[in-house]
């Protein structure tokens, strides 16, 4: 496990991930610095997206970064696609309850538009902050808003974005906050990650981003500000390894909705074979999930279980 993030309650090493290796970490360091520091590290960051406390309780074991997505949560908790409908006292609830489960491991959010307005982006920037968020994402579209992988976005014009995000970063005292663009014009595309790359943002998002070739015209442009990528399964972006990223300069890689789409097509999946079967239940095999299995996942979340 890489990247383990520290939050007042343990300490990983941010260059081999083993918990009590103090090389480069220390108990003083903020949860934005550890990730500011693995994000800058020779390795690409992997952070995976999970959409509610199940998810990310399968995630943590595998993986020392979670991403806290949009997609994901919208799904999750209202049933509905990632279009706007989020509130941010949810966001802010949903992270709060991340943090105090895993509170070794980088916490990536995403906070969309900022909730359409500025002053509301700083106060819900502050609220992270203060429960142990490792950084944000904040987006430059305009409401309403879409997924960044599909067509039909609308994005702010730049001075009014902005003006948002430097708003942000004043606000912040040690967040992580990464800039992203929603652009599709691929002129629009280079005049926008220009001027993000002259801002305080600690790193770099074009969503949607096509392919390889663009990859490498972004970090020319943006020089050594750290660069995010992200990979949706069915997203306009293509499928690659770390290693791939980690040749081309990325620092950075979210992982939307993998756990999403796979509880999706596992629970079809199990209740099709329910409904197969009469009713009733399948022997138990092995690698399957029962009742001591799901059990046992959870109580490693208790506070009380955590090493102090």
């Not at 989020?86 to 609830?93: C, E, K, L, T």
């Not at 663009?181 to 943002?201: K, P, Q």
């Amino acid at each position: 496990m890489s990247g383990l993030a520290y939050s007042g309650m343990g300490l990983g090493c941010i260059d081999c991930g083993r918990i009590g290796c103090h090389r480069r970490v220390t108990a003083e360091m903020s949860c934005g610095s550890v990730l500011r520091w693995d994000v800058r590290s020779p390795h690409t960051t992997p952070l995976i997206g999970v959409f509610d406390m199940l998810s990310a309780s399968v995630a943590a074991q595998h993986y020392g970064g979670l991403f806290a997505s949009g997609f994901g949560f919208a799904a999750s908790y209202y049933g509905l696609p990632d279009i706007g409908f989020i509130a941010w006292p949810d966001m802010v609830n949903f992270v709060q309850r991340l943090r105090l489960a895993f509170p070794r491991h980088h916490l990536l959010v995403d906070i969309d538009d900022g909730y359409a307005d500025p002053e509301v982006a700083c106060h819900v920037v502050e609220h992270l902050e203060r429960i142990g968020a490792s950084g944000v994402i904040l987006e430059d579209q305009k409401r309403p808003r879409r997924c960044g992988h599909v067509d039909g976005k609308q994005i702010l014009p730049l001075e009014e974005y902005l003006a948002k995000l430097n708003l942000v970063l004043h606000t912040r005292q040690d967040l992580f906050v990464v800039a992203r663009t929603d652009a599709s014009e691929e002129s629009e595309i280079l005049r926008r990650v220009a001027a993000l790359a002259a801002t305080d943002a600690d790193a770099l998002l074009v969503d949607g981003v096509r392919s390889v070739e663009w990859i490498h015209t972004v970090r020319a442009v943006i020089g050594d500000k750290p660069l995010l990528f992200n990979q949706l399964l069915g997203g306009k972006s293509p499928r690659l390894s770390l290693t791939e990223l980690e040749d081309l300069g990325v620092n950075a890689v979210i992982y939307s909705a993998p756990c999403l789409f796979a509880a999706q097509a596992a629970i079809e999946k199990t209740l099709l074979e329910l409904k197969a079967q009469d009713g009733r239940p399948p022997e138990i095999e092995e690698g399957d999930v029962d009742l001591g299995a799901a059990l046992t996942l959870l109580e490693r979340n208790i506070s009380r279980h955590h090493p102090k």
